[in-house]
């Protein structure tokens, strides 16, 4: 994985992560029997001990010794290959894997006029579903093909995952690769992978970024034909993507030892997180929010078992509800407003002028060239101070 966060990224290289994602495993030793007794539909599921078929490709689901070879994926791992050299199926992403090829004692497959029966690996499993809950994978690895004649061939791996925090690219004609790898062998079995996937967190993708995540080609066999094999789906996109973050690093602004959950003033400035954050009249009292007992009750109490007598006010950089996202970036808060589209998805009664940073972590919350503390009554001195604390 590569992770970076800038405020501006200018390429001079390609950011490669091809095949740096799950992980295929060749079949180096020759396994049995070497016919086609073995029935394909009672071989999903086998032992790591089982001679008629070999390990899956990797992916998200555990490592099972009950479990790990059969034509079944491994969720996006593809499935393996079964005795009569039928082929691994290709590891996913965003899209399906491609099932591997028939056995050869079925005549080569339908294109032969043979019997059509699939007896390849499954390909991986599609994960298009699970990007919209803000899910992150690896890619998954291709299965391995059968082998009773010493001529194996290495799995595809998945691809890897980059991730940037970033406002402007600057391409400079380079790109980001995160490709699976084409499978290496003597005598190609197929291993197709299915497409990736882009995450991004705008409405839509710029037009100045050009993606392709076109599916894996099925392997073909040295006669030419590919034996029944698939190819792999074609990968695609998906917009307004919000990763979790860890909070306890992005909201450290000032550097110092005190995690951000429990560090009552982030951007130390000399005001309390909960002042700058609650600074509303909901009950038109003349006492702000942030002093008002009935404001804490109204909103808080009781939400998740939050109890404003025994814990005040909410920590912004907490997660009341526990589901991992902060409170000034979870729609799920009570005090949460709406959403602001831009590369983080702040709730707007955290954020005045709309700037992307938070109050509680913002030196300037109304960006009116005025600092927070100046404006709170505190002193010239006293900002340059925190100043020089936030920039060090």
Request: net charge negative.
């Amino acid at each position: 994985m590569v992770a970076l966060q800038a405020k501006k990224l200018v390429l001079q290289a390609d950011i490669n992560v091809i095949g740096s994602g799950f992980k295929g495993q060749s079949m180096l030793i020759n396994g049995t029997p070497d016919n086609c007794s073995v029935n394909p539909n009672t071989s999903y599921t086998l032992s790591s001990t089982a001679s008629q078929s070999f390990f899956k490709g990797e992916g998200i689901v555990p490592d099972n010794n009950a479990s790990n070879r059969g034509r079944a994926p491994r969720a996006n791992g593809g499935g393996s290959g079964i005795s009569g050299y039928s082929g691994g199926g290709g590891g996913s992403s965003f899209g399906e894997g491609g099932m591997g090829g028939y056995r050869w004692c079925d005549e080569l497959g339908p294109q032969d006029g043979g019997p059509d029966i699939p007896a390849g690996g499954l390909g991986g499993v599609a994960l298009s579903p699970y990007f919209p809950e803000d899910k992150l994978f690896l890619g998954g690895a291709g299965g391995s093909g059968y082998v009773t004649t010493d001529n194996p061939s290495d799995p595809t791996d998945g691809g890897g995952i980059v991730i940037l925090f970033v406002d402007t690219i600057v391409g400079n004609g380079y790109s980001i690769l995160a490709d699976g790898t084409s499978p290496v062998s003597v005598n190609p079995v197929g291993a197709s992978d299915g497409g990736g996937v882009l995450l991004y967190s705008l409405p839509t993708l710029p037009a100045t970024v050009t993606f392709s995540a076109v599916g894996g080609s099925s392997g073909v066999h040295s006669n030419g034909y590919d034996n029944g094999a698939e190819d792999g789906e074609v990968g695609g996109t998906f917009g307004l993507y919000v990763p979790i973050e860890n909070v306890n690093y992005r909201a450290n602004v000032d550097n110092d030892d005190v995690t951000p959950t429990c560090d009552i003033d982030d951007d130390n400035d000399g005001i309390p997180d909960i002042q700058e954050i609650y600074i509303g009249d909901h009950g038109s009292d003349g006492v702000l929010d942030w002093a008002d007992p009935d404001f804490c009750t109204s909103f808080f109490d009781t939400i998740a078992g939050w109890s404003c007598a025994v814990d005040g006010l909410p920590n912004p950089t907490a997660d009341i509800d526990g589901d991992g996202y902060a409170n000034f970036i979870d729609a799920d808060f009570p005090y949460c407003g709406s959403f602001v589209l831009r590369i983080d998805q702040i709730c707007s009664n955290f954020d005045p002028d709309g700037d992307g940073i938070p109050s509680h972590l913002d030196l300037d919350s109304y960006n009116d060239g005025i600092p927070d503390i100046i404006e709170a009554g505190g002193s010239k001195y006293q900002w340059r101070w925190t100043k020089r604390f936030h920039d060090r």
